[in-house]
């Protein structure tokens, strides 16, 4: 089946080691994107990007970057992770043409220790 | 600026009971509306979109929602509601031609046996 599929599913990293999430796609979509869950809260938009166009949010730290090599791929490097950063991260992929929904990965937990 | 409310943080029901899960939203035009569930753990699956039509929708596992543009609502329901049903439901606007997906901040249900 074609999906997203997000690695690792749990990941724990030093508190100011650099940590780097993957995300795949099988569906060929244009656009793919990172949000960030805390616990009972609403995802949260990191950036995205369209194709090779990347577009990061207004209040997306510094500290977070992404890599989108090509079009199954992208990745999220958190350059010195601290302690708010230990949340879901979740992977999404959209056709990006008119009325359509995103398809979520399984997310990867992580825990900075 | 879009936005998305769920008034409701928890919501406790019987199991064979109806549900009915709110949501509210702003925005100029009528956006795309969705509704997605998460399982503790898991990334989100999609229930059911909106694009235009038909204002009753059905999605999967025996959800509708109903478009109510006068109210810019979009609830969710469910005429009798299985244990399996329990997890976090999110309700999501995206706009028309930006690729982007707002969230809110999610309803909690929890089924008693």
């Known amino acids: 089946d074609a999906m997203v599929i997000q690695n690792p599913r749990y990941q724990v990293t030093q508190f100011g080691k650099p940590v780097t999430l993957s995300c795949s796609q099988t569906l060929n979509h244009n656009v793919m994107y990172w949000y960030q869950q805390k616990s009972s809260q609403a995802p949260k938009l990191l950036f995205h990007y369209y194709d090779k166009d990347f577009n990061n949010e207004a209040d997306t730290p510094d500290n977070f970057q992404s890599r989108r090599p090509n079009t199954s791929f992208c990745f999220l490097d958190i350059r010195s992770p601290g302690l708010g950063d230990a949340a879901m991260y979740l992977c999404?992929?959209?056709?990006?043409?008119?009325?359509?929904?995103?398809?979520f990965g399984q997310g990867t937990r992580l825990t900075v220790v | 600026a879009q936005s998305v409310t769920q008034p409701d943080i928890h919501i406790t029901v019987s199991e064979g009971a109806s549900l009915e899960l709110r949501c509210n939203y702003s925005?100029?035009?009528?956006?795309?509306l969705f509704w997605y569930v998460q399982s503790p753990g898991q990334g989100l699956q999609l229930l059911l979109k909106?694009?235009?039509?038909?204002?009753l929708v059905q999605g999967i596992k025996g959800f509708e929602a109903e478009f109510k543009r006068s109210q810019s609502s979009f609830n969710l329901r469910k005429p009798s509601v299985h244990w399996s049903d329990a997890a976090e439901y999110f309700c999501a606007v995206g706009a028309p031609g930006t690729y982007k997906y707002i969230f809110g901040t999610g309803t909690r249900l929890k089924v008693l046996a």
């Open positions: 999404a992929t959209s056709t990006g043409q008119g009325a359509t929904e995103a398809f």
């Open positions: 909106y694009f235009s039509g038909d204002t």
């Open positions: 925005y100029g035009a009528t956006p795309y």
